[in-house]
């Protein structure tokens, strides 16, 4: 039964409605490879809930955010579509920066729509709000997620460590900004987190956000079942952690060999743990496919690597930030029982934007012109199928000063020397114009190959320019 479902998964343009199943898109900020265990086995990090899910469904390998940091990273996901497209070139946005989609840009709010859901954001927004900037929260902030296909958003403007700090309903903000906070320092120097002095609401408190993130996820989904359970659902819910600052509750302190990062990532599992709970409970697990990934690699530093001995970035070289493979390899773990087979691995290269043409393969909906053009469809992937062809053969990555990379196949050119990001790597004083690794034979990209082949730096070059538009 199982294999003539994929059969017809994989071959047909439109699934029957009841193989719409309810999505939920768990995104962690800051979360890389190597934490959790079931890509790690040596992870200092518990990560029972993430194991879980893996062993109930699917593993990716070779799956990249758009950007090694997050603001783009968010862009390319909810649009298909690169955010080095969009007015964002380089860095992030910050607390009062307006809105960076577009509100007639197509998101996956606006395809899971058109498919019938009920659609909400929960959680860590860092794409803008309103249309001034300063944003001015005292005003009605549109365009908001509720213009841009969600029908429920709650959440917060940014990081959090970025003012200010208050919680948006909808297009409004809870409670006004009538105070202020003193910064903190990082906690991996013995500080109390780290976050950056600025405005704050009364009502807001930096360690309880991400359980109030979890809490709204679940009301979401609880009250569709109560009101709209004729509808499936599609819960978009990016966390706030293990990003800094770094604050794991009393429960979870001391609870991985990572330090207070590691503590915060088995509370980033616990989480995800607390929300299958929520499924199993509501009868849900079956009819829907849950999703974990990162929006970027670990910002974890050589020094935290050797006091802990614990690799957040698993075997690759850099971290958040970074234009080498920490920076944006991420782990990504997908389940639908029945449907996604149990315990696979794959290896085929993705990218955060190919969420946008997969969900809109398998709900059997079109792909307006001009929408998610960075946007491959792995649908049939996804569902177990041997593919002849990989989904996709090529990626662009970016870094967080805007450093370009160009993968295909084995090579991964970077167009510039350096990490473009946090790492600090010396650069000799006579270089190559650049970098290329083969990440077949040469994963950690410790050899430099710029030189050696001349013909690929110039085929990855130029396809990377005829990617960019590039005049």
Known sequence: MLTSLLLFAATSATPPAQDHPNVVVVLADDMGYGDPRCYAAGSRVPTPAIDRLAAGGMRLTDMHTPSAVCSPTRYGLLTGRYAWRSSLKSGVLWGHSPMLIEPERETLGDLFQRAGYRTAAVGKWHLGLGDTDPVDYGAVLSPSPLDLGFDRFFGIPASLDIPPYLFIEGDRAVQGLDGRIEAS???????????????????????????????EGQAFIANHERDHADQPFFLYLPLTAPHTPWLPLPPFQGASEAGPYGDFAAQVDDTVGQLLASLDELDLTDDTLVIFTSDNGAHWTPGDRDKYDHRANGPWRGQKADIHEGGHRVPFVLRWPGRIPAGEVRHELLVHTDLYATFAGLLGQPVPEGAAEDSVDAHAMWLGAELEVPPRTSAVHHSLNGHFAYRAGRWKLIESQGSGGFTKVPVAEVAPEGQLYDLRLDPAETTNLWDAKPEVVERLRAELAAVRGDD
């Open 185 to 215: 320092g990082q906690a991996r120097n013995g500080g109390g987190g780290f976050w950056r002095e600025g405005e704050v609401s009364p009502d807001f408190q930096h360690g309880q956000v991400l359980g109030r993130i979890l809490r």
